[in-house]
Structure formats: C-alpha cells, structure tokens
C-alpha cells in the first residue's frame, strides 16, 4: 500500500492566490482528516470526513478555507485567498471507523505539505 | 483550557535513562488515547494507543492512564539518541469517536 499520498510536497504562493492541496487516502479507509501544523498552534484538526461525507467542519479557520471530498479516493483543501498567516504544513490523514481502530488501524498521516504565502 | 496539554519541552535526558511525557486532557468521558511520534520534518507516527485505566507496555515504550485524574503518560526506557523527537498526545472526544484532538507536542533530546 502507498500509504496517504499528498501533493504538492511544497508550495509557495503569493498573497491573494488561490491554493488547492491534495489527498489520497489509503484505499478502504472510512475516515480522512485535514489537520494544520504551526509552531504557535501545533497541530489543529481543520475538517474531517466519514464516507466522503463532512462530518466536522469546526476548525476551518474562516470562509477562505473550503474542504471537498468528491469520491472515496480523492479529497481537496482549497485558500482562497491565501495570506501570510495560513503558512503552515498541511497534513492530510485517513483511518477506519473508531469501532475498528486500535493499534492495527491508527491515524495514519500523508508527508504533508508545506505552504508559503509571502 | 486546551482540551490536550503537554508541557513543550525541550526535555532532555541522558542515554539509557527513562524518559517521562506527561498529558492532560479536558473532556472527563474521552474514551481512546494515543501517543505519536514526530521526528523533524516527518509525519506523525502511531506508537501507542492505550483505552482502558492502568499500564500498556510494549517493547521500551510504556503507556500509562489514569481517567479519574484526566492523565496520560508515555514512559521510554533505556532511552536512546534515536528516541529524539517530538512527542504528540492525541485524545479522541466523547462528543465524536471519530475526532481526534491532539496537543503541542513535548521535545524530547536524549543526549548521549
């Protein structure tokens, strides 16, 4: 298995553009987070979806920030614009339900990306 | 209050010494706690998850819960330089099963 793939690896953006990150989760899996890692907050859960489904949206930081998951196999996190401010990396991780979830199933994460709005 | 806390670090232990991290978390009725690891520039990884009072040991690592005290800890023995990372408490919420909520992580150095 391949595992979480995101991509871009690293994006650098001016202020005021749009950026779209990508996920893919690993195949079967019911569950995909989109969590925000900064030195000032750590790691902050943004949105998380059960069967492509939004079930959470409560850490979306405003209406900039918008969350798809067209299919099981694909979701996008889209700033538009972006600033300064939302310079962070970005990770997306996907799991099974909780019923299932012990120390076979974890949260497992995708490399991240890494944004700079300048 | 966060609903996860951990002490930021850095923490640093000699080699072969035991390595103490400690969590707190808010909600009372949490139910699944989670310990990751997140070496520099990495993801994190799963390296203990622990759901019932008491002790879970496995290989160096040991997970301790205590609910009535709203407490986690992770304990590495025989610590070792590769053991340097950043240490994530993650909690999951009574409210939703499926959320996980994780802290700011403690530096760990093990010096050798």
């Known amino acids: 298995d391949a595992g979480v793939i995101q991509s871009p690896r690293h994006e650098v953006t001016e202020m005021g553009q749009e950026v779209t990150l990508r996920c893919k989760p690993i195949?079967?899996?019911?569950?995909l987070f989109w969590y925000r890692q900064t030195m000032m907050r750590g790691l902050e859960l943004l949105i998380y979806f059960n069967n492509n489904v939004p079930i959470d949206d409560s850490g979306m930081p405003e209406d900039r920030f918008s969350a798809k998951m067209p299919n099981a196999s694909f979701s996008t996190l889209k700033i538009q614009p972006s600033e300064p401010r939302d310079s962070a990396v970005y990770f997306c991780a996907s799991s099974l339900e909780p019923s299932r979830r012990g120390p076979n199933s974890p949260l497992h994460f995708g490399n991240g990306t890494r944004l700079t709005v300048t | 209050q966060k609903e996860v806390e951990q002490n930021s670090g850095p923490l640093s232990v000699p080699e072969g010494a035991i390595a103490s991290l400690n969590c707190t978390y808010s909600d009372r009725v949490s139910q699944s706690f989670f310990w990751y690891r997140q070496y520099s520039g990495k993801s994190p990884e799963l390296i203990m998850s622990i759901y019932s009072n008491g002790d879970k040991e496995d290989g160096r690592f040991t997970a301790q819960l205590n609910k009535a005290s709203q407490y986690v800890s992770l304990l590495i023995r025989d610590s070792q330089p590769s053991d340097s990372a950043t240490y994530l408490c993650a909690v999951t919420l009574y409210s939703s099963a499926s959320k996980i909520i994780f802290g700011s992580g403690t530096r760990l150095s093990i010096r050798p």
């Open positions: 195949s079967g899996h019911d569950y």
